[in-house]
Nanobody, 119 residues
Framework: QVQLVESGGGLVQAGGSLRLSCAAS????????MGWFRQAPGKEREFVAT????????SYADSVKGRFTISRDNVKNMVYLQMNSLKPEDTAVYYC????????????WGQGTQVTVSS
């Protein structure tokens, strides 16, 4: 029942930065871990990052580690993805996920926000 709405995507040059936001409503936000996934055209949706409910534990895909940072604000019911040193291969639709599980399932998806990185 949680509704997630992503924002902050856009067009950026390689090496640039973007900050994605995910606003949660309609359910319990603070109790659950959150995550970001992405999907490029013709490719499977892939894991990007997760953050525990407390914000104290994070995990990242190897492809983004050191460049992306996930964070959350439980007072504002928001989760963020700061993306630095962007590469063309980061181009994808980025999806916010509620309660991501290690098996690959999630409790709810956002509609996604497009990130395009030009060479």
């Amino acid at each position: 029942q949680v509704q997630l709405v992503e924002s902050g995507g856009g067009l950026v040059q390689a090496g640039g930065s973007l900050r994605l936001s995910c606003a949660a409503s309609g359910g319990t936000f603070s109790r659950y871990a959150m995550g970001w996934f992405r999907q490029a055209p013709g490719k499977e949706r892939e894991f990007v990052a997760t953050i525990s409910w407390s914000g104290r534990v994070t995990s990242y895909a190897d492809s983004v580690k050191g460049r992306f940072t996930i964070s959350r604000d439980n007072v504002k019911n928001m989760v963020y993805l700061q993306m630095n040193s962007l590469k063309p291969e980061d181009t994808a639709v980025y999806y916010c996920a509620h309660d991501p599980q290690s098996g690959g399932t999630v409790g709810a998806w956002g509609q996604g926000t497009q990130v395009t990185v030009s060479s």
